[in-house]
Structure formats: C-alpha cells, structure tokens
C-alpha cells in the first residue's frame, strides 16, 4: 500500500514538474538559479529509478527570486537545504531564509583547501569585486589551472574533513522528511559534483549516468564562464589567464574521472570507498533506496 502511494505522488509530482511527462529528470526553470537540477526520473542499474522532487542539486540560492522561492517551495516541495560552502562563502553571498524550510551548514572544504576565498589578508574583509579575487587566484596557477582542478577533485575525496562532511550530508538525507532536500554549493559544480556522483553511486546509478549528469553543469555555466572569461581578456589583454579563469569556471569529465580514480585507487572500489570513507554500509544504502527510488 505505502509503495502504491508513494508511485502515485511521484507521478502526481512528475505532473505538476513537467506537464504531461511521465519521467522528469533534469533542469528546474528559474530566473534567478542557472544551475538548479532534480535527480527524480534517473535510472539505477536495478531497474529502479529516482523520486521526482526529492534530490535537487544547485548553485547557491543566493540570487533566488520570490518567484523562484515560490515554486522550490511550492511545486518541488523543498523542505531541507544543505549548504557545502565554507563559512566565508557563505557570509558573503548568504542563502535567503525560506519558511519552513531548514538550512544546514556542512562545509565540504575549507577555505584553504577551495583556494578562493575573495578575502583580503591584510584586513581580513572580503573583497568588493570577486572578480579581482579570481583574476589574484588564477595568475597563480601559472597557467595550469588543471593542476589546481586535479588537487581539488582528490581533495574532495580523500581529504578527512571532506569525507566527514559528505558522510553527514548522507545523515542529513536519511533523517529528512518526505519533501525535496536540495544542495548546494557556489556554482553547483565541484562539491556539489562530487557529492551528487557519490549518492548516485550510493543508489546504484552506473557510471556513464553519473558522468553525464556530471558535464551537464556546462549547459548552465558556460554562458558565465565565457562572459567572465571575455570580461578577463578585455581587461587584462592576457589570454591565457582568461582561458585559466573558464577552465575554473566550467566542468570536464577527466575531473569526476579523476575522483572515481583517487576512491579506486585507496580503497579498490566506489563501493568500499563508500563503505570505508563515507560510511555507507548495506544498511544505509537499502535505507537510502527505500527512501529515493521507486520501481
């Protein structure tokens, strides 16, 4: 009786979503949020497939219009917000309290392992143009912004602090009610990849799905990272830093491909590295299951 009902909200859900489609997956249209995905519709290897309206993925809601809010909270039922962000991150571009909803700070690095920070050293305020604050970071990179991307994607999965923060994030998902939980991070690519790559492979997803959800960020991105990237080259005459700045701002799948590598690589397989680092035993995973798939 409790699967019956619950295939028929989400259909009711895959309804209000996306009209007359029978399994929505992908993009939630909003003005102010380029990069807001629902997982729902995606299929597992089992022959099962994602809840609609239950797993969003997204860039900071900092820029959410009430018409956005409206329908996060309206069609999509978001109930719980997670925040991978550090601290000063999120202090500058805060997420707007929504009623009812609850936010969660679970910073997956710190700020010296994100590497942009927009901070001023000296006087220990952000920034007023973070644009200066990415132009200082990728100068540094001595134009090889790969080798920074490289770092970070093994950062995410075997630093300590990361491992411990994606293993609350699981928690988080366990302990939440039956409405949509949603995370994000700044630009909804990196930690917030990496975190979507290890649910999807938590629920069974096979890896080509996940890689390509994975480079999908680049449909919304780009637009941004090549304004950014032109706005770099107008200024600064510089190609190469401005070539640095959108490899920064973008996605490639060599860097989930990284990432499954460095779990590989330390514990044998995505599965034991779940096991071993994040904590996912059979008992969580069927949990996990029970609550975000339907057949």
């Not at 409790?2 to 996306?18: D, I, P, S, T």
């Not at 912004?145 to 994606?166: C, G, I, Q, S, T």
């Not at 995973?285 to 609550?291: P, T």
Request: hydrophobic share 35%; aromatic share 6%.
């Amino acid at each position: 009786l409790r699967k019956n009902e619950r295939k028929k909200e989400a259909y009711r859900m895959e309804e209000n979503l996306n009209g007359t489609a029978k399994h929505y997956t992908g993009r939630i249209p909003l003005e102010g949020l380029p990069n807001t995905r629902d997982l729902g519709g995606i299929h597992t290897m089992d022959g099962k497939q994602i809840v609609p309206a239950r797993l969003i993925r997204s860039g900071a809601l900092y820029e959410a219009t009430p018409a956005d809010i409206t329908r996060l909270t309206g069609e999509c039922r978001l109930g719980t917000v997670v925040d991978f962000r550090t601290s000063v991150e999120r202090s500058q571009k805060p997420d707007p309290e929504i009623d009812g909803v609850i936010n969660i700070f679970n910073p997956i690095l710190n700020e010296e392992t994100v590497g942009i920070t927009f901070e001023d050293e000296e006087e220990g305020k952000p920034k007023q143009d973070a644009l200066i604050g990415m132009l200082e970071h990728a100068s540094s990179l001595g134009g090889n912004p790969e080798l920074y991307v490289d770092k970070l994607y093994e950062n995410l999965v075997m630093d300590e602090h990361a491992a411990a923060y994606y293993s609350r994030f699981f928690d988080i998902l366990l302990e939440a009610d039956d409405r949509a939980v949603l995370w994000h991070c700044t630009a909804g690519k990196d930690r917030v990849g990496v975190g979507t790559a290890l649910l999807l492979s938590a629920l069974s997803v096979d890896r080509d799905t996940i890689i390509r959800d994975f480079v999908r960020t680049n449909d919304y991105v780009m637009e941004n990272a090549v304004k950014t990237a032109d706005m770099v080259r107008e200024k600064t005459k510089d190609v190469r830093l401005a070539e640095c700045v959108k490899v920064l701002l973008t996605v490639s799948e060599d860097y989930i491909r990284h990432a499954f590598s460095a779990m590989e690589t330390a514990c044998g397989s995505v599965e034991a590295y779940l096991n071993e680092r994040i904590g996912i035993n059979e008992r969580k995973q069927a949990e996990l299951k029970r609550k975000f798939l339907i057949s």
